[in-house]
């Protein structure tokens, strides 16, 4: 045997006897081993607790809702002071229909405000009866059906709005209504057949300010609000 075959095969013994030892040190049980790290966040060993599951039932994860409802009340205090009735009449809509935001909701509440109020002018049945209910389109109507038979025309320019609060919200049954003051700034004036101005002024803007309810069935897919009650201050 050559010298460079004596010194390959005292490395191969020399690797077989590490790893014989290695294997029976990795091998070994001390009893201070960790236990496996938890994915899950629980706070016991689910196998060794009293309230383990027998093999094959489902385990039932905690619910990760709580930060959810904290986000939710801190929206609604973030329009009405927490400990008032108005603050526990958002919680209580909020409970009854998991997705009314109060803060969408004002949004929301503004562009309708607008939108109706500009349809109403120019006389867009079709657009108002998608944001209003039956009993109010009706009286839309009529005032623009009157408005037509006179050869009235409204001419108007809504410049913005300066104020959308809550006043009241009520949860009646599987409805949602919410009563919100607008105060907005517009331009209006209405003239006759002749031309001639009747009522308003075509320079100046005048502040409106208006109570108005828009109302949810919880029951219905349909997300809109439509406009259930109006009411001027003025």
Same mark, same amino acid.
């Not at 400990?83 to 919680?91: A, E, I």
């Not at 607008?182 to 009522?199: G, H």
């Given at each position: 045997?050559?010298?460079?075959?004596?010194?390959?095969?005292?490395?191969?013994?020399?690797?077989?006897?590490?790893?014989?030892?290695?294997?029976?040190?990795?091998?070994?049980?001390?009893?201070?081993? @960790?236990?496996?790290?938890?994915?899950?966040?629980?706070? $016991?060993?689910?196998?060794?607790? %009293?309230?383990?599951?027998?093999?094959?039932?489902?385990?039932?994860?905690?619910?990760?809702?709580?930060?959810? =409802?904290? &986000?939710?009340?801190?929206?609604?205090?973030?329009?009405?002071?927490?400990?008032?009735?108005?603050?526990? &009449?958002?919680?209580?809509?909020?409970?009854?229909?998991?997705?009314?935001?109060? @803060?969408?909701?004002?949004?929301? %509440?503004?562009?309708?405000?607008?939108?109706?109020?500009?349809?109403?002018?120019?006389?867009?049945? @079709?657009?108002?009866?998608?944001?209003? /209910?039956?009993?109010?389109? =009706?009286?839309?109507?009529?005032?623009? /059906?009157?408005?037509?038979?006179?050869? +009235?025309?409204?001419? /108007?320019?809504?410049?913005?709005? =300066?104020?959308?609060?809550?006043?009241?919200?009520?949860? $009646?049954?599987?409805?949602?209504? %919410?009563?919100? $003051?607008?105060?907005? &700034?517009?331009?209006?004036?209405?003239?006759?057949?002749?031309?001639?101005?009747?009522?308003? =002024?075509?320079?100046?803007?005048? +502040?409106?300010?208006?109570?108005?309810?828009?109302?949810?069935?919880?029951?219905?897919?349909?997300?809109?609000? @439509?406009?259930?009650?109006? +009411?001027?201050? &003025?």
């Amino acid at each position: 045997m050559g010298s460079n075959d004596f010194v390959t095969l005292f490395f191969l013994v020399a690797a077989v006897l590490i790893f014989l030892q290695l294997r029976s040190v990795l091998g070994r049980r001390t009893g201070n081993e @960790k236990p496996p790290r938890d994915l899950f966040g629980t706070s $016991r060993d689910v196998a060794g607790s %009293a309230d383990a599951p027998e093999a094959g039932k489902v385990v039932t994860l905690p619910r990760r809702d709580v930060a959810e =409802d904290e &986000q939710r009340y801190a929206d609604i205090d973030a329009v009405a002071v927490p400990g008032t009735p108005l603050n526990d &009449q958002l919680r209580e809509a909020n409970r009854a229909d998991a997705s009314f935001n109060p @803060k969408e909701f004002l949004n929301g %509440a503004r562009m309708a405000y607008e939108m109706i109020v500009m349809a109403f002018a120019d006389g867009d049945r @079709k657009m108002l009866k998608n944001l209003l /209910s039956r009993e109010v389109y =009706d009286g839309f109507d009529a005032a623009i /059906s009157e408005r037509e038979a006179k050869g +009235e025309k409204v001419k /108007s320019t809504f410049v913005g709005i =300066d104020k959308a609060d809550f006043t009241r919200v009520e949860v $009646r049954g599987n409805e949602v209504l %919410a009563t919100v $003051r607008i105060v907005s &700034q517009m331009i209006s004036a209405t003239y006759d057949k002749a031309d001639k101005l009747i009522d308003g =002024d075509a320079e100046s803007v005048a +502040e409106i300010s208006d109570l108005w309810t828009f109302s949810r069935d919880m029951r219905s897919r349909d997300p809109n609000w @439509k406009l259930v009650a109006t +009411e001027s201050e &003025q």
